[in-house]
Nanobody, 114 residues
């Protein structure tokens, strides 16, 4: 059974930082492309950042230079370091694992106050 468990969300002031973690089990983690998505109220879920099994990284334009995605295959964990947070970053952040099938975590709330 696949489990993706996010942690690290919370309430932070604009300009602050948070680090999200996603611990995976039940998958061959090192083979999966891991991603972070977010969904704000009334909006569609969008890709924030992804990192492939080979280490190729993609970022949404809105977070480039502020967010950093990384993975630790030994710990089956993917991270999202979020700096210089803005109110528009407020959303539920979801972890995604994708190889032959896409799996999702339950989400963690990030709220940035102005």
């Amino acid at each position: 059974q696949v489990h993706l468990v996010e942690s690290g969300g919370g309430l932070v002031q604009a300009g602050g930082s948070l680090r999200l973690s996603c611990a995976a089990s039940g998958i061959i983690f090192r083979l999966n492309t891991m991603g972070w998505y977010r969904q704000a109220p009334g909006k569609q879920r969008e890709l924030v950042a992804s990192i492939s099994s080979g280490g190729s990284i993609n970022y949404a334009d809105s977070v480039k230079g502020r967010f950093t995605i990384s993975r630790d295959n030994a710990k089956n964990t993917v991270y999202l370091q979020m700096n210089s947070l803005k109110p528009e970053d407020t959303a539920v952040y979801y972890c995604n694992a994708d190889l032959w099938h896409a799996y999702w975590g339950q989400g963690t709330q990030v709220t940035v106050s102005s």
